[in-house]
């Protein structure tokens, strides 16, 4: 009720006792018996009684009116005041009703929810959760309403660009007068970046782990100055000690050392600890087993400021030992295929582009009652059992649609299995580009009894709701009843006070210090959280500026300085400080605000402090854990990598990488398929392959070709594996590359050596049938010949006589010849064939050739021979100035007669033996300024195409040569006198035609 309504029902009372004295006046006046006048005065006498009480009471109601005023102005100023507070919070602050409903919210709420204040009202907290999490809120809310206390957890909340949110949650009960729980007060805290850090720390210390546990040996820490060694886990792999077993100094190590190699060992590093930053040798030492092992150690030596060796970080591979890592690595694959194989859910490999199923799951004939083979073979048997509802085929169109343009799905539709009825399925494709081949990785889960459920909490969110419109109802029909306008306003002083309550609640139970400054600086409030801070209660501030508390020099300088630039500018302050408490050094973070009052002038300043300390010491232990990481991968010679899993982004490359790869590690950051690109050409395809099956998750040690920017090639042994996250899904790939390009270079000089001992063998066989071939015909005609004249002699006459003579001289000169050329051949390959120049006159050397192969040409056949000098012909009866001319140009240079006599003697008996009788054998001489040419031309059979390529091969003789004798070593033999002179030889063939053969050899 109003002031004015108080107003006008005073006016009413006295109206209304006027009224009762004129009542009273008439009835005095009027004719009735003096019993009925009596009656009449006394009700009249009550009734105005009972007027005055009433106006008594309305004075009282008037002065309870007015304390009540000042009142509700004391709560609203109080209530302002605390709003402050709570509007500039850093943390956000959230008021809900027992069903999750926000009802108030402050800056940072707005700022994290990413809405206004007034957009948040009204609406469930639960939407901002991340949707995978909503389930276990609305959980958590339920348990709320059955406990007491503040309740803490953690979830994570939807953020402006989909990444989600992690916040910590602080939660209280707002309870009835009666101990009824009317909604919840919410403390909300950004731990994003905290369990940002925390992920990287362990990461560090994985990708610490994973480092030491890839090397096939031990990595050790040796300090020089007290003599201690700390070796890791792998002592025992490499000599079988376990780590109690091993006493942590040098000479307990060097005991096991070969007795040869122990002083080398002992002068390598001793050496390098005077003279070098690293060391390196390779030596022997002895197991637990008295087995001797070849080891590979290397140290970075690490010196103090002075130039002292102070520490030694280095490593011991065990060389012999990787055959071993090879098996543990398949073996690894394999059980990573059976885990993957019992999944719950059915996991599968599809390729549009083939409309291809690569690979499926074990889980296909669980899930379905399908087999693999069968859906293998069919795959649209799969379609075909999707239900026939619009939903179900809704859901199926949409992820055909979503692959016929390359993107990724998520739906869900009933299925009609072969063994369990109809279910419900998800099935989610992810599109991903393998090097231009678009692939989708899948799974399909059954989610029928998630459907259920779901369904189930609907009906029952329905009911729910149906329950809370006719309660609203019922309270609005109350509320029109409520006319006692005195009722209300003390339900306004209670959520006033109740307010009130709450924000000090807030304040009082917040883990941050909170204080409220004055312009000199004095405190006009601090929350009980500096106790545990300083040791000192609350009111101890209260009034006093920080330099009458004492605080240290460097600290009030920065506060002082905050405060002051507060109050001048209006701006708000944050800043950190270190402080030294009961629980050692804490590091802290403060945030200024200024409190305007309604006319804009600065009256306060709002102090908001938090610890910071975790958040320190965080980045501290991230940063010397990458320091180690990177000590150890930048000391030994093989490249650690590692990647995301679809190669997408080189999230780390060791320094050994620029000296294998002879490219620096920033290139391969900045483009990551530059590492494919520095393969082979020939081993690129496979590289690609192997990648796809790293992607998958198995282990992989392959070997390929690298080709440097120098154009070098190296060999490199590249061995990959998984890394898995906290649910089993692989998010990192990390390897070791090594170059085995030494390796593989003595494997080529083996293969070099066995393929020259094949061709020698090869070699030997055809010797040996020529040979005996060809000595078997002039042997047979040496001996017919002797028998012929051993009997019949006397008989024969003289001409005949002479005639088997001739032809047992002809047999005796061609196997000569044969014996010659053999001998000759051998001479050549073993690399003792004599090269002796001396002066020649060409032109009577090749004129006498000629007369001594001519007697062997067949009948009717003729060798004709020209000579020529600088392009002008000049025939056998040219003139003296041109013979001399040419002899000048000959006479430049230096010929080994022998040499020529087996090239051009060779080529030109050739020339006779396979041209037909009445040919003629053209042999041109010709002398340049710095070279001569012969050219030998014939009308023989020719060379086919197919021999042309082995026609100066030991032995080799064309295919069309027939009955015709020979060896197949004259065109050898001329190969290798030509290379003595420094000479080159070419041909062109026609079979049934004849060949042209073209020597030339330098004047210089």
Known sequence: MTRLNLDDFAKQIQDWCQRLAQLQQLTGESPSTPQQQEIILTAVEGLSTAFEELQVANEELYQQHEKLLMTQQALIAERQRYQQLFEFAPDAYLVTDVNGVIQEANRAAATRLNHSQQFLVG???????????????????????????VQEWEVSLRSPDQTPLITALRVGTIQSPEGQPMGFRWLMRDITEHKRIELELRQAHERLHLAANALDGIIYDWNVENGTVDRTQGLVEVLGYRPEEAQPTLDWWTQFIHPDDRQPVRQVISNALANSSAFD???????????????????????????????????????????????????????????????????????????????????????????????????QIWDDRVDLGNESQEALRISWEAIRKGESYRVIYRFHTLHRGVRWFEVIGRAVDEEGVLYYYGSTTDITECKQAEESLHRLNQELENRVKERTSELEQLNHQLLAEIAERMSVEAALHQREQEYRALVEHAPDIIERFDPQGRHLYVNPAIESV????????????????????????????????????????????????????????????????????????????????????????????????????????????????????????????????????????????????????????????????????????????????????????????????AQGQVYRIAGIAEDITCRKQAELESYKVLQRERELSMLKSSFVAMTSHEFRTPLTAISSSTDLLERYRNRLSEEKQQAHLHRIKSAVLRMTQMLNDILLMSEAEAGKLQFNPAPLNLVQFCRHLVEDVQPTAKEQQVIHFTYRSDGTIAGQDSDEIKQKRFDFLSGLALWDEKLLRQIL????????????????????????????????????????????????????????????????????????????????????????????????????
Request: aromatic share 10%; net charge negative; glycine share 8%.
């Open 905 to 1004: 003697g060779n080529l030109l008996s050739n020339a006779l033996k396979y041209s037909p009788e009445g040919g003629t054998v053209q042999f041109d001489l010709t002398a340049k300024n710095d070279r001569v040419i012969f050219q030998i031309q014939d009308q023989g059979i020719g060379i086919p195409p197919a021999d042309q390529s082995r026609l100066f091969e030991a032995f080799h003789r064309a295919n069309n040569v027939g009955t015709i004798q020979g060896t197949g070593l004259g065109l050898a033999i001329v190969k290798q006198c030509l290379d003595l002179h420094r000479g080159e030889i070419t041909f062109t063939s026609e079979v049934g035609k004849g060949t042209r053969f073209i020597i030339t050899l330098p004047l210089s």
């Open 123 to 149: 609406k469930p907290l639960a939407c901002y959760v991340v949707k995978e999490e909503r389930r276990a809120f609305r959980n958590q809310l339920n348990q709320l309403r059955q406990v007491e206390g």
């Open 534 to 725: 300083t040791g000192k209660p609350p009111n101890e501030f209260i009034g006093k500026t920080n330099r009458e508390l004492g605080i240290s020099e460097p600290n009030l300088a920065i506060w002082e300085q905050a405060l002051s630039r507060v109050f001048q500018t209006g701006e708000e302050q944050q800043f950190e400080f270190s402080l030294v408490t009961a629980q050692g050094l804490k590091y802290y973070q403060t945030r200024l605000v200024p409190e305007m009052e309604t006319d804009g002038n600065l009256i306060s300043v709002l102090g908001m402090t938090r610890d910071i300390t975790d958040h320190k010491l965080a980045i501290e232990a991230l940063r010397e854990s990458e320091d180690g990481f990177r000590q150890l991968t930048e000391n030994i010679n093989e490249v650690f990598w590692m990647v995301t899993p679809d190669f997408s982004e080189r999230l780390y490359i060791s320094p050994a990488y620029e000296q294998i790869w002879g490219r620096s590690c920033q290139s391969l950051y900045d483009q990551s398929n530059s590492w494919s690109e520095a393969v082979h050409s020939e081993d690129r395809e496979f590289l690609i392959g192997k990648q796809e099956q790293e992607s998958r998750g198995e282990v992989t040690d392959v070997e390929y070709r690298i080709v440097r920017p120098d154009g070098s090639m190296r060999w490199i042994r590249d061995r990959a594996f998984p890394i898995y996250d």
């Open 281 to 379: 040798t390779e030596y022997r030492i002895r197991d637990k087993n008295y087995q001797y092992l070849h080891i590979w150690d290397r140290g970075q030596i690490i010196r103090n400021a002075s130039g002292r060796a102070v520490r030694v970080v280095g490593s011991t591979l065990n060389i012999s030992g990787r055959k071993q890592a090879e098996e543990q690595a398949q073996q690894s694959a394999a059980e990573i295929r059976q885990i993957f194989n019992m999944l719950p859910s059915l996991v599968w490999k599809f390729c549009p582009t083939r409309f291809q199923f690569v690979y499926i799951s074990d889980m296909m004939a669980e899930l379905s009652g399908i087999s693999r083979e069968a859906f293998l073979e069919n795959p």
